[in-house]
T-cell receptor, first 115, second 112 residues
Framework: SAVISQKPSRDICQRGTSLTIQCQVD?????MFWYRQQPGQSLTLIATANQGSEATYESGFVIDKFPISRPNLTFSTLTVSNMSPEDSSIYLC????????????FGSGTRLTVV | AQSVTQPDIHITVSEGASLELRCNYSYGATPYLFWYVQSPGQGLQLLLK??????LVQGIKGFEAEFKRSQSSFNLRKPSVHWSDAAEYFCAVAYNNNDMRFGAGTRLTVKP
């Protein structure tokens, strides 16, 4: 399966600041997905990022709060802007390699704590 | 709207006993189906997946799952649970090239 490198693996941030999370894949993929996992909860899709177009956000998530970049087929970033303690979560990127290698693969996640 | 339901929030089984974790989905057509496991503080690991073909799929760590179209279910099973299986288990579904949707998860506790 694909190797996804996500960084940072964890961070503690001050409220009001922003954090950019990077996701690097070892092969070219069309679609990349960003998820949030709040403490003790399941995963919720934030947005879908296609190379060369604007990200598509799910209900409850907006671009001003979670801007996403997708400059090429192997890389994406998610920024958590103007953070508050409610943003403390694990953020995960995922890719769909079903066409090439048969499955969805997740990065190891970024554990964010906002204080 | 598409949805994934894991009816059991928490299950406790004795080591060596059999296990079944339930998953039901609500979609117009057959989606792609997945089971993931997440150990405390860890990322998601894919246990198995169903795209088409044989409705009984084998996964890693001795897990298997059976797709039942008539029941819109994709239950996860293991004949003999090990203490190391204690974790959170997520059922997930996806359509074609679309995003994956997750169930709420089932936390498995294994008693000695």
């Amino acid at each position: 399966s694909a190797v996804i490198s996500q960084k940072p693996s964890r961070d503690i941030c001050q409220r009001g600041t922003s954090l950019t999370i990077q996701c690097q894949v070892d092969s070219q993929v069309t679609m990349m997905f960003w998820y949030r996992q709040q403490p003790g909860q399941s995963l919720t899709l934030i947005a879908t990022a296609n190379q060369g177009s604007e990200a598509t956000y799910e209900s409850g998530f907006v671009i001003d709060k979670f801007p996403i970049s997708r400059p090429n087929l192997t890389f994406s970033t998610l920024t958590v802007s103007n953070m508050s303690p409610e943003d403390s979560s694990i953020y995960l990127c995922s890719v769909d390699l079903r066409g090439a290698r048969g499955g969805y693969t997740f990065g190891s996640g970024t554990r964010l704590t906002v204080v | 709207a598409q949805s994934v339901t894991q009816p059991d929030i928490h299950i406790t089984v004795s080591e060596g006993a059999s296990l079944e974790l339930r998953c039901n989905y609500s979609y117009g057509a057959t989606p792609y189906l997945f089971w993931y496991v997440q150990s405390p503080g860890q990322g998601l690991q894919l246990l198995l997946k169903y795209f088409s073909g044989d409705t009984l799929v084998q996964g890693i760590k001795g897990f298997e799952a059976e797709f039942k179209r008539s029941q819109s279910s994709f239950n996860l099973r293991k004949p003999s649970v090990h203490w190391s299986d204690a974790a959170e288990y997520f059922c997930a579904v996806a359509y074609n090239n679309n995003d994956m949707r997750f169930g709420a998860g089932t936390r498995l506790t294994v008693k000695p």
